[in-house]
């Protein structure tokens, strides 16, 4: 599900988890509300944040593990600290 709905790059590590997260969220959501519409527009809003920021993220790893210094003139670097994935990885999983 996460994978057909987000489409993440293989390099973000975050197929499987965010199918996952769509999946406790959206029971969440359907347990929640009577209304399939309503629910599945709350689960929407729930997620499209953590999902593009996650599909953000995993184009900038890509871009740097896949772009050589004689691409760019400089050293490669991931520029993302542990602590930023944490971070963006365990978003909205604190409930």
């Given at each position: 599900?996460?994978?057909?709905?987000?489409?993440?790059?293989?390099?973000?590590?975050?197929?499987?988890c965010?199918?996952?997260?769509?999946?406790?969220?959206?029971?969440r959501?359907?347990?929640?509300?009577?209304?399939?519409?309503?629910?599945?527009?709350?689960?929407?809003?729930?997620?499209?944040?953590?999902?593009?920021?996650?599909?953000?993220?995993?184009?900038?790893?890509?871009?740097?593990?896949?772009?050589?210094?004689?691409?760019?003139?400089?050293?490669?670097?991931l520029?993302?600290?542990?602590?930023?994935?944490?971070?963006?990885w365990?978003?909205?999983?604190?409930?």
């Amino acid at each position: 599900m996460g994978d057909a709905a987000h489409a993440p790059l293989p390099t973000s590590g975050q197929v499987a988890c965010q199918a996952l997260e769509d999946a406790w969220h959206l029971v969440r959501v359907l347990e929640k509300y009577d209304d399939l519409e309503y629910a599945l527009t709350a689960f929407y809003q729930q997620r499209i944040d953590k999902t593009s920021a996650s599909q953000r993220v995993g184009r900038q790893v890509a871009q740097k593990i896949f772009t050589t210094a004689a691409d760019t003139n400089e050293t490669p670097a991931l520029g993302i600290s542990a602590q930023q994935l944490v971070t963006l990885w365990m978003q909205g999983l604190s409930n």
